[in-house]
């Protein structure tokens, strides 16, 4: 183990949105409604020189946080104090997110690759091409990689060595795939979810939505949740694919829910973002069973930042420069990061989505910094 890092333990955030279910719910209980209040900035860092920042979304395994940014580079900090491990270049901006398993740590790039490195030295284990950008975040489940690209083809890699064990045409993926009971699920620009078999590519089933998929699927028990360019969530039958419910985050063609929804406690979360002048954004809540909306949370501004939920406590961020808090039975603001000018904590908006791991909530900023943010001691 790296001299200072924290040990592992459960509540590593080892893939985008917490791990294969994709589900973003964090088992950590240091962080509640009464201290949220008390947040502040540990540490942040500076990734290279880009346009607009760090869009990737972080993963925490091992005292180890990473995350991909626009300066084309991935980066690994020590997730005790910041300090920079390693930082590795690919061939173009990252705006996919991190999978880190057995020891390696999974990205792609806008150059339309998919890259292993290992998690500890930044030693490129190997890289191959997948036709398009990959902006899609990686699935590491069972010793293989599923990524898909926006060339129109989903990957199923090995996970040591990257040879393809099997491809499908999909059209454009935008988004990460889940994984549950031996099957992977993706969404693509086709309108449709995907459920193929992981072993052996065999496509289980395939439901036609309304609108374009850039989330990625949340998967439970006997669910599949999703949400849509036109601004509808959708829970499918895990099995079997079938329509249980859809239900209108926003109106048609007045905005889109591009966050991967988070699942807890019978409640199912998404950001959205409005197309309205000026742009607006909210988080909201509808019951998992019958998708009846619960609960609006406000946004300045529009949002595809995917929500993180932890101890009761639904955290995303907004284009608007802030992460907000919501309690997640009622959706009442218990706290956000303020307006930097008057004293708050960021400069430019947020598109990563938090990470929640090893006492610290981790985010990435479009100003190209990164931030580990926690309790003070």
């Not at 491990?85 to 999978?99: C, E, F, H, V």
């Not at 010793?143 to 060595?161: C, E, I, P």
């Amino acid at each position: 183990m790296l001299a200072g890092a924290i040990p592992a333990s459960g509540a590593d955030w080892r893939q985008y949105h917490a791990g294969p279910s994709r589900r973003g719910v964090s088992p950590e209980t240091w962080l509640n409604a009464r201290n949220i209040g008390g947040l502040r900035i540990l540490w942040s860092r500076a990734t290279g020189a880009s346009k607009e920042g760090v869009n990737s979304s972080p993963a925490v395994a091992k005292g180890i946080v990473y995350v991909g940014s626009d300066d084309g580079r991935l980066w690994a900090f020590k997730a005790a104090g910041g300090s920079v491990l390693w930082s590795r270049a690919t061939g173009d901006r990252i705006r996919s997110s991190p999978a880190v398993a057995d020891g390696v740590v999974y990205i792609g790039s806008d150059d339309g690759r998919l890259y292993a490195f290992d998690a500890v030295t930044g030693t490129r284990r190997w890289s191959r091409a997948l036709g398009g950008r990959v902006t899609a975040p990686p699935l590491v489940a069972g010793g293989r990689v599923f990524v898909g690209s926006r060339g129109g083809t989903f990957f199923a890699l090995d996970a040591k060595t990257g040879k393809v064990r099997w491809r499908r045409s999909t059209w454009s993926v935008w988004n990460a795939a889940a994984y549950r009971g031996g099957t992977v699920y993706v969404g693509s620009d086709q309108e449709e979810v995907y459920a193929f078999d992981a072993s052996s590519g065999k496509r289980r089933w395939t439901t036609q939505v309304w609108g374009r998929v850039r989330s990625a699927p949340a998967v439970t028990q006997g669910r599949v949740f999703v949400g849509t360019d036109m601004g509808r969530v959708y829970a499918l039958g895990r099995t079997s694919g079938r329509k249980i419910w859809n239900a209108e985050a926003v109106s048609p063609g007045n905005g889109y829910v591009r966050s991967s929804p988070a699942v807890a406690d019978g409640r199912v979360f998404v950001s959205l973002g409005l197309t309205t002048t000026p742009m607006d954004g909210k988080v909201r809540a509808f019951r998992a069973d019958t998708g009846a909306r619960l609960w609006t949370g406000e946004m300045a501004d529009y949002s595809t930042s995917s929500p993180a939920v932890v101890n009761g406590l639904v955290i995303a961020g907004s284009f608007d420069r802030q992460l907000y808090a919501y309690r997640a039975s009622t959706g009442a603001v218990v706290w956000s990061s303020g307006w930097v000018y008057q004293g708050g904590f960021f400069d430019r908006g947020i598109s990563s989505s938090p990470a929640i791991g090893g006492g610290r909530l981790y985010v990435g900023v479009r100003n190209g910094r990164f931030y580990a943010l926690g309790l003070p001691r």
